[in-house]
Each structure stands twice: as structure tokens, then as C-alpha cells.
């Protein structure tokens, strides 16, 4: 984390404002803590929370075992505070720190850190959209986590199509709205570590007219607030049932019941949908940083599983002959598999940090090309990361062989959990057609052409430098790959939209490759650098090149085959009539 | 089913003994009547079981609710003995049409059908090496499935290299041996559905040497079986424990404790090892059957539901323009995942069926040629198609979205059940091992090149052919990819081992599309004659080549990123120290 921090994004040399403060024995400090926090408080839950899981009785939901002396524990660190406004009590780190603790935190307990993350989410929806005295009233209590909060958007017959939606606002002569309606899949929308839960409900408002157009924002507390900070009546929001799921069981994923309760609009009227947006940046790096994470966390054990695991011998000669037989890690394949998990964790923290510098460059900056470069990057963050972030995991989980299959190792505990990660915050269908069908073409094509000119600028940079030969050529052939399914889609997509929507999963994945290409680029650079300069930990850097050839040379050429894929166009996907399958 | 046995394969014209019984009217009878079995009685406790699981108590095992009386009705239908010897009570059906039967079972309940799997791989076992006394003894009662019968080979510190194996058989004076060792993930290994269980395990019997050498096969009954055939005092074999599992709930995976139990030699002394390889060919087909076939159950539900749940709208115009929303199945992306489900499903199901006829024709007919064709097929279609299958059960459960991934909707299971068949029976890395370090060069190399030269034919027969074009060229390209990396092995692999070696998962997964793409032709080429001659029922038919071609298009191109991939060699994969990880 620090060679990405300090080698490869230049901090603190960056002139965003806050970067200055992260020299490295300050981020060291952090993240030394932060791990200490994650392998004696959080790691050591995440087993209890999978096979405890959440339990509701009587309207009121029990965590697991220990989730609450945690979560305490969490807040008195002031972990849950890092990266939130001073102004509300938070420490006003720069979101790129939150981040690299996000992914050590997430590493060690998905479920467990789900409520603090929904609650920052909640927070940055209201700082952003809400009013002086609901921020006042709201955010210092969420910054510390003394009130947790949620974000309440599906419904039993809508997700992706929220236009759907039932759930209704009445508006009230004092302002409020009386909240009517059903919400589902609501992660920690009740549970027993905080004093308050602050929902944020998405609900049609009369007057907006049809479709997502009717849709506004507001906020539902599970106890009102008085004046004065204190807490009032209960308000008429109660979990009807928490739902049995293949993962994360340690957080309550509820299904809320809005019987004409008490909420209060945040921003404009029928404007919900937009303000959802504005949150969907991080929100959707945060989901794909948790695909990764789980695959980072689940290859230290298939790691340590492969040093320690005596199976067999190298076929070129034994390497352990005193042993019984060799360890697993002497295996091509299994080096194979290792491999792939190191170079993919590796490369999607990079991209995953350097988005979040994007958005620090973009909120603290105000710099545009870093907001539209971000959000063209999203939903292959979200995406691409999230599908191979699970796939790592169940690859890890292969290393165990029968033991992987057993809960007790853990190791399906991870792939369980990394699988939601495709699924929410937008289906992983929905990430490719978002990329396709709106980012591509955002700005007119402003952001796309920027990216595309990096990658060429990149390559070029290395021209004729021998030592950067491996990644500048591969990383040149797949850029091309996707400029040539980019042109495709512009050709063949102005006639029939099927066309490019049919391959647009392939795409998502070509450009996740690329920026994982682009990355790894980076990162050589980076680690010769420092080597040349007789800087750093020389056996990290040469791993880290190692790694990085693995990559270009092993995952890289899967990008000519999304293309291939993608020029075949929409008829082969649709020919076939719904009522032929 | 029928297309594959009668339009494909050309059963009953086929003249391998027992196939001209199998007319169409036979079969689908057979099918139509498995079906309803699959359905009303199997696929109604597959959710039971998951939640249930089995229960060890004071030694005794006990199945879901509802397991026993469904095991009853297996017997009593006659299922169990299908494609059993004549000899000891079975119906002598080829083995072709046990495992269009066993697709069936298997769909519907994986788990509960592994009683009965289990069973037949013993059953086989001592047929093929007990003597006469033994099978005389055991066969009836295991055709019949009053006995089950595990398989036992792994222990907690060996499961792939056997040789560490610590399981001990001392010969006794009246001829028997007393069995000592824990033995660890038997499936099926205790439960209360038969009146005995007859455990075949490998064991060490002294003067065998080192390694694998020294190990010898034993039948261990749970009751000693008296002369009579009644069952006698019970042997010293427990079960200790029952794993919890990531799936497969319903199926008792047990440590097994041998305290000095009574086990009587089956075959040769220090051949156990042999022994047991005889029986891995129908062994892994049948893992390779559940790969595809819990692809095939998940598939079925992702398409009713994209049928049925309605959810935006398609981008070339409502197409449901009377209701709220579209369903699913308009949209290109989630046609995409459909087509990719159902062209592998199908695909798989007829290398499938291929590979059973092939055994049939070695085993029935004594066809040297189709034994080495379908022993170097094997690891393809286990370790090719539980990949893909798992692949395909977690891509319909994305169907789902958010319900997918809640219990109830059952597609959760799909997902973790098939994840199994991943890793026992030989892991899938041990798979690609077994294609590349051994099969590509059995017998001199000859069943490859048999192969490569059949694939050959396959295209050169449809030269010219405009309609066969897509079929045709597309596996063209793909097998001379194949082709490629099998002489990249010879060449590179000589020289270092570890070329071939980190390439062999890439291998499994080429061979695996050529096969696909080698079925596909000739379900294309079957469906075409079929709707020339103007029988069969033309929408199906036209599906069938809709299909393929989506496959050829969309699927065979990632043979050439395999290929680019193997021939990047050793040192991507190797480069790195082990204690560099």
C-alpha cells in the first residue's frame, strides 16, 4: 500500500489538498493501526458472524456475539470518522486514506464492515444534498456511528428498474411526509450496536409524473429527533423479516416496513434519483475494493496453505527431499493459480487507490477531468473487480482442494461473501450496460478519448526502454483491442443498439484488463525507479515485476478474445426468440 | 435427450451390444417416466436437504426428512439397478442410458443422489476385481441398494499424493485383515436409508514397498456378512464426524475411524492402486455430469424467471408494452448469459453422452480405439465441464439479481452444490495434470492424434457446405489452436517440464471448447439432416442451430487467448521464489 501511496501516486507530492499531510511515516502509522485493529478485533469475527448470523425477535435484531464490543471499539479507535468532515467531528483524511483502510478492514470482515460503510454512504448523502440544520442534526451522530445509517432504494418487484417503485410520500401541513411502503434487501437496516438508524428512503412524492421522474429523497429515522439532539418517539419503520443468504451473514439484510412513517425530503423534491447519483461513485468503488479485498484476504490463506501443505513433488527434482513430499507451491498450477490471485489483488489496489485519488482530485480540487475519468472507470471498478474478485476466491478456495469445501477452513466463507459484490450497487449486467450505453458516449466521448489517449501516451513513454518491453507491448496490443472494440460499438451500435449492448459485458472486462495493464505499467515504472535509485525493499521490487510480467503475459491476451467476442455482434446473443429457449 | 441418442449418436442403428434395444419409443419412456421421478419425488427435497443436512447422533446419521421413503422409491422403480449386471439383479441397460437417467436424478438432487452414485462405483469395483465369492455376496444387495457402498481414499494429510497414505491392513490368519486409520471426506460413508454399508478402502499391507506401491483395496462392511447373506455383528468402523460443507447438505460427508475393523482383499495384493483407476473413467464422468447438470437445473430456473420478472424496457422498444415493464429476456445482456448457459449445457450433455458410448463400445464391444479416445477425454470433461458448470450455475443465479443470492430462491444452491465437483474425485488441477503429464502421450501419443485427426474429418467433411460454414470454420481455427499447444508441449516440454506444465489448465479448458465445438458440428449437421428430410420438430431444430452457432461465435475464439497463454511457457508462472509470494 505504501509503494502504491508513495512510488507509484507520488502522495504526499500531489498538490490535492490534504495530500500533503500523508508522508509515509504517517501512513504507516495508519495502516500498521488499522491492520492491528483488523487481525485482533474484526478478523477474529468474521467466522462468528458467517455461522452466527443475525437473528430477529420481536422486532429487534441480535448481531453476533462480539459485533457490538467491536463496533465500539471501531468508534473509540475514531476509524469510523477518517475521512469525514471536521466540521461533524471527522478526521478530514483524504478519501484515498479511507480507502486503503477500507480494504484492510473489508479484508478482514466483510459483513462487519458493512455498517459502518452504509453509514458513510447515508452521511455523504446528506452532507451533500441535505440542509444546515439536518446535517446539524444528523451528522455528528453518524460520524461517530452513534447512529448508523442505510440506504433503502429495491422493492419486492423493482431493482434496477426503479421507475417501478410503490413505496409513497404523503407530504404533512408541518413539512414532513408520512412514508408508506415496503423496501427490500436492506443491509443493516436494524441491528443492535447503535442508538439511532438514520434511513435514507426513496419514495414518490405526488406531482413528479410517471416513471423515476416521481422519485424524492428522505430521511426516516428510527427514532425521531428532538430539537435539542435527543431522541423521541419511535417512528413507524420496523423490520419485517431478515433474509437467509448465501454470505455476509453477520449483517442484517432486512426488509423494512413503512407504515406512514415520519420522514423529512432531503434536497429537491422529485430529484431522489439524481441525488442517489452523486453517491454512486463511491459507492460502487467501495463494492468493488470489497471484491478485491476478499480475494486479497482469502489468497494469504490459500498462500500460507500452499507453503505449509506437503502433496506430492516438483517434477524437476525434489525440493523438500528431507519431507515426507514437497509443498503444494512447487506445483506449476498451483503456482499458476497463485499467480493470477497476486497479480489480480495487486492491480485492482492500484486501480482501486487511484480512482480514489481521482475523486479526492475531483471533491478537494474541483478538477473535472479527474470526475469524468472517474466516472467513466466506475463501473469497470465495480464490474470487472467484483466478478474476479469472487473468481479469485473460489480459485483460492481451490487451493485447499476437499479442505476448501469445508466451512471450517474459511475459505468458503470468502467466495460466499465476495459473491454479493456482483449483485449490489447494480447488478454487474447493469455496471457493462451503464459503461456501454451512457459512459462511453458521456460529454461526447470526452472522457473515453482521454482515457484512450493515456494508455498511448503510456506506452509511448517506454518506447525503446528494454526493461519496460514486456509491459509497454502487451499493454500496447490490448489498447488497440479496445479502441478497435470502442470503434465497433460507434459503427455498429448507430445502427442497431443490441449490437453494442450485446457485447458490452465483454467490453467491461477488456477495459478492466486494460486499466489492470495500465496499472501494472505504472507499477513497473515505479519499482525500477526506486531499484535504480537503490531505494526501498529490493526483493519486494523485484516480486512486484515479477508479478507485473505475469500479468501482461498471462491475462493481457484475454483481451482479444473479448474482442473477437464483441465483433461478432448482436446476432448471435439474440436470434434466438424468447419463446425458443 | 432423444436428439442426441437417436439423431446424433444413431442409436439403436449403432451396433454395440444393447443399443438396438434402445428404440426411440423405449427411450422416451425411459426419460419421460425418469423425469417424473426427478420431479415429484427428488427435486421437491432438494431444498430440504440443503437446509436440513444430516445430523450425526450417538454414531448414527441421520438424512433430511424425506430422504428414506425417496430411496425407497428409487429401489422400488427399479433405478438403481438400470445399467447393473443381469448376473446380480440389474436391467443391463447400457451405461449411455444410465447417464441420460442419471442427468435427470442428478438435476433435480445432487446430493441424494449420491447414495446411489457412491453405490454403483463400488458395485463396479468389486465387479470388476472381487472374486466370485464377493460379488456373489455383495452385488445383489448393492444393485438392489439394500447395501451402499463408499469409496475411501483420502485421509487428513494426503487426499492427491496417496503414497503418504497411513491406513493399515494386517493380514489375519482365517485370510481377513484388520483395518486401522481415520479415513476423511467419505461421502455417503454413514447414514440410516440401507440395512448395511460396504466400504472399499485402500489401505497399506505390508511388504508393498514405498509410495503407492504397498496399497491394497479392501471391502470393510458395517455388519460382517454371515455365509447365509445375513448380516452378522458389527465391524469396528465409525463415523467420528460429519463435515459442514459449503453445499451438498444432504449427502453425509464423514471421517471415517477403521479400529481394527474386519476387511477382506479385493484383487491383487499391493494393486489396490490399479484397481481403483479402473473404476476412475466412470467415476469422473459422473463428476463431469454434475457440473453440467446442476448448470442445467439452475439454467431452467434463470430462464423462467427472465421470462416471468419484469424489469425495464428493451432499448429497440417495449416489447411488453401493456405492462408496467419488459421481462428480462429482452435485454442483450441477459440474453448473453442465457445463450452462454444453454449452449454450454447442451453442448456438455452430448460430450457427455459421446464419452458413455464410447465406454459402452470399449466395454461392451472390446473397441480398443474408443477406450484410449474416452480415457484421454476424461479429464477434459471433468475438470473442462465442472469449471464451466459452476461458472454457468453462479451466471444464472445473477440472473436472479438480489434474490439470487437469498436462500429461498434455491439458486444459492445450485451454485454451492456444484462447487464440489470442482475438487473431489482428483481436483481439476490434478485433471490437467493428468491431460497433459500423462494422456497426451499414453500409448505413444496415439489417442491424441486420433483425436486431432477426427476433428480434422469433422471439418473437412463440411467443406463447401454454406450452411455448415459457422460450424466448420470456426473449429478449424479452434483445433489448429489445439494443435499448436499440443506441439508447443512436445517441443518446450521437453526441454522443461514446467512449459507444459503451467500451461496444462489452459489445455483442459482449449480441448474443452474443441470438443464443445466438435459436438456442436455434428448437432448441427444431425439437426440439418433432420430438418431436410422434414421430420422432427422444426422449432427445436432451429434452436439447436441457433444455439451452436451462438457457441462457435461467442465461445471458441477463447481458445486462441488459451493458447497465447500456454505458449508464454514456465517463466511468467515460475519466476517467482516461493518465499518471494
Known amino acids: 500500500m505504501q509503494f502504491l501511496l508513495h512510488e507509484v501516486l507520488k502522495v504526499p507530492a500531489s498538490d490535492v489538498p490534504g495530500y500533503g499531510d500523508l508522508d509515509p511515516s504517517f501512513t504507516s502509522a495508519v495502516l500498521e493501526e488499522a491492520g492491528k485493529v483488523a487481525s485482533e478485533v474484526l478478523a477474529p469475527l468474521n467466522a462468528v458472524g458467517d455461522r452466527e448470523g443475525c437473528v430477529l425477535e420481536n422486532g429487534v435484531v441480535r448481531t453476533p456475539k462480539g459485533f457490538k464490543d467491536a463496533f465500539e471499539a471501531m468508534k473509540a479507535g475514531g476509524w469510523t470518522a477518517l475521512d469525514c468532515d471536521p466540521d461533524y467531528g471527522g478526521q478530514g483524511l483524504p478519501y484515498l486514506m479511507g480507502t ?215 517434477v524437476t527434482g525434489a525440493e523438500n527431499p528431507k519431507g515426507p513430499a514437497d509443498p503444494l507451491i512447487v506445483h506449476p498450477d498451483i503456482r499458476r493459480n497463485l499467480m493470477e490471485q497476486k497479480s489480480f489483488v495487486e492491480g485492482a489496489r492500484a486501480l482501486t487507490f487511484w480512482a480514489a485519488s481521482l475523486i479526492d482530485a475531483s471533491v478537494r480540487s474541483g478538477d473535472e477531468a479527474a470526475e469524468g475519468l472517474v466516472s467513466l472507470m466506475i463501473p469497470v471498478i465495480k464490474g470487472f473487480q467484483t466478478d474476479k474478485g469472487f473468481e479469485m476466491a473460489v480459485q483460492a478456495q481451490q487451493v485447499y482442494g476437499g479442505h476448501g469445501y469445508i466451512e471450517e477452513s474459511g475459505m468458503s466463507q470468502f467466495a460466499r461473501d465476495a459473491r454479493i459484490a456482483m449483485i449490489y450497487e447494480g447488478a454487474n449486467g447493469v455496471q457493462a450496460l451503464d459503461l456501454v450505453g451512457r459512459k462511453l458516449a458521456q460529454d461526447g466521448g470526452k472522457h473515453v478519448m482521454a482515457f484512450f489517449e493515456m494508455v498511448k501516451a503510456e506506452v509511448k513513454a517506454h518506447d525503446g526502454d528494454e526493461r519496460m518491453k514486456p509491459f509497454a507491448d502487451a499493454l500496447k496490443v490490448a489498447s488497440k483491442q479496445m479502441q478497435a472494440a470502442g470503434m465497433y460499438f460507434m459503427q455498429a451500435g448507430m445502427k442497431t443498439p443490441n449490437a453494442a449492448l450485446a457485447g458490452s459485458y465483454d467490453f467491461m472486462h477488456l477495459m478492466g484488463h486494460v486499466c489492470l495493464g495500465l496499472m501494472w505499467t505504472r507499477m513497473a515504472k515505479a519499482a525500477l525507479g526506486t531499484l535504480d535509485e537503490g531505494r526501498g525493499d529490493k526483493a519486494f521490487l523485484e516480486a512486484k515485476l515479477a508479478t507485473g510480467r505475469f500479468y501482461m503475459a498471462r491475462q493481457l491476451p484475454l483481451c482479444g478474445a473479448h474482442l473477437a467476442r464483441i465483433e461478432t455482434g448482436a446476432d448471435p446473443v439474440m436470434a434466438l426468440p424468447a419463446e425458443a429457449f
Open 100 to 314: 486503503a483502510v477500507g480494504e484492510v478492514f473489508v479484508a478482514a470482515n466483510m459483513a462487519f464492515n458493512m455498517y459502518q460503510g452504509l453509514t458513510h454512504g447515508a452521511y455523504s448523502a446528506i452532507r451533500t444534498h441535505g440542509s444546515d440544520a439536518q446535517k446539524a442534526m444528523y451528522l455528528p451522530k453518524m460520524v461517530a456511528c452513534d447512529w448508523t445509517g442505510t440506504m433503502n432504494l429495491t422493492e419486492p418487484h423493482c431493482g434496477t428498474d426503479l421507475g417501478l417503485m410503490r413505496t409513497r410520500a404523503e407530504p404533512q401541513k408541518d413539512g414532513s411526509y408520512r412514508i408508506t411502503g415496503q423496501k427490500i434487501f436492506i443491509s443493516a437496516g436494524e441491528h443492535d450496536m447503535a442508538e439511532n438508524i438514520i434511513h435514507l428512503v426513496l419514495a414518490k412524492a405526488p406531482g413528479g409524473g410517471e416513471g423515476t421522474k416521481g422519485i424524492s429523497l428522505f430521511i426516516v429515522p428510527k427514532f425521531l429527533v428532538n430539537e435539542d439532539g435527543s431522541l423521541g418517539a419511535r417512528n413507524a419503520v420496523s423490520c419485517g423479516k431478515i433474509e437467509e443468504k448465501m454470505g455476509i451473514h453477520g449483517n442484517a439484510t432486512c426488509v423494512m416496513n413503512y407504515d406512514g412513517a415520519t420522514g423529512w425530503l432531503v434536497g429537491d423534491l422529485h430529484k431522489g434519483m439524481r441525488a442517489m447519483f452523486t453517491m454512486m461513485n463511491e459507492a460502487r468503488l467501495g463494492v468493488g475494493l470489497q471484491g478485491y479485498a476478499q480475494a486479497e484476504v482469502a489468497y494469504q490463506n490459500a498462500l500460507a496453505y500452499a507453503k505449509d501443505r506437503l502433496q506430492g513433488r516438483a
